[in-house]
């Protein structure tokens, strides 16, 4: 059986902060597989196509680890975590499973996977203000920050302009919290599939208030959707404040996927 464990990082996310992440992930599952999705800063403006190019080998990795359907009828189902970090992780999940989507169909909704969602601070819808910070923090050189600050608020300005014109939703980051609010948002995920929303009071990128929004809309349309809520921590900074509590809730949400494969188990021998 194959146990996976796929982290979606933040915008231009430093290995050394990622290290935090996967070495307690080996500690707490020794034997589960990992796989590390970076986000680069252009991710929020390259092409669907470029974007594309650069998840192919998540989805090799996926495969060799076989984690989708296969002519062999024996061959166990897969257990995934699914782990995201910010907005850019988000957007990185959502592509990834259009992707699937497309290349599997309904295949992977034909049997039970057990899996879990970690939300960490996100999702939000972005503005201004938003943008500023998150792209201040990861562009150093001032000349190309100014570049690319322009190009961000000339894309949000035009998204806004015709969602007015066209009366209908096109602005990029209130689509992707549409877009999360699917319990199939990855195809083995379902209704079935507990979610963790991790986030902070202090958190000057996604406002606490949005995330907490999202997660009750989900409960609302039945998913199984749990929060976290922390004081003092900054921006994808949870386990640096209480990184006792953080790992707590980790093995929590995937408890509850254990718990509900024994459920599915228990319900197939009846």
């Known amino acids: 059986m194959s146990n996976v464990r796929i982290l979606h990082c933040q915008m231009g996310a430093q290995l050394r902060h990622l290290q935090n992440y996967t070495q307690a992930y080996t500690k707490l599952y020794p034997n589960a597989s990992q796989i590390v999705v970076r986000c680069n800063p252009d991710v929020f403006w390259t092409t669907t196509g470029t974007r594309q190019r ?11 680890l076989h984690c989708f359907p296969s002519s062999s009828s024996a061959q166990p189902s897969p257990r995934i975590l699914t782990h995201v970090f910010s907005n850019g992780g988000s957007l990185q999940m959502t592509l990834l499973g259009h992707m699937l989507q497309r290349k599997y169909g309904s ?15 996100c999702p939000a819808t972005g503005s201004l203000k938003t943008i500023k910070l998150a792209f201040s923090a990861v562009i150093r050189n001032p000349i190309l920050r100014v570049i690319v600050l ?12 015709l969602s007015l014109v066209l009366g209908k939703r096109i602005m990029l980051m209130e689509n992707l919290r549409i877009e999360m609010w699917n319990p199939r948002v990855l ?29 009750e809309t989900a409960k609302e349309r039945g998913m199984d ?11 994808v900074a ?16 995937w408890a509850a996927a254990i718990s509900n494969e024994k459920v599915e188990e228990q319900r197939l021998l009846e």
Do not use: N
């Not at 650069?54 to 060799?64: G, K, S, T």
């Not at 295949?107 to 601070?121: G, H, V």
């Not at 949870?238 to 949400?253: G, K, N």
């Open 54 to 64: 650069r998840l192919m080998p998540v989805i090799d990795a996926l495969e060799a």
């Open 107 to 121: 295949a992977l909704i034909q049997r039970f996977i057990t899996s879990a969602l970690i939300l960490d601070s």
């Open 150 to 161: 322009t190009m961000m608020y000339t894309l949000h300005f035009i998204g806004l302009g």
């Open 187 to 215: 195809p083995w995920m379902g209704l079935h599939t507990p979610r963790l929303y991790l986030f902070s009071r202090k958190d000057k990128l996604i406002p606490w208030q949005d995330v907490t929004q999202h997660a």
């Open 225 to 235: 959707a749990r929060c976290e809520l922390f004081e003092e921590s900054e921006h």
């Open 238 to 253: 949870h386990i640096r404040v209480e990184p006792e509590r953080y790992w707590a809730s980790v093995q929590d949400i």
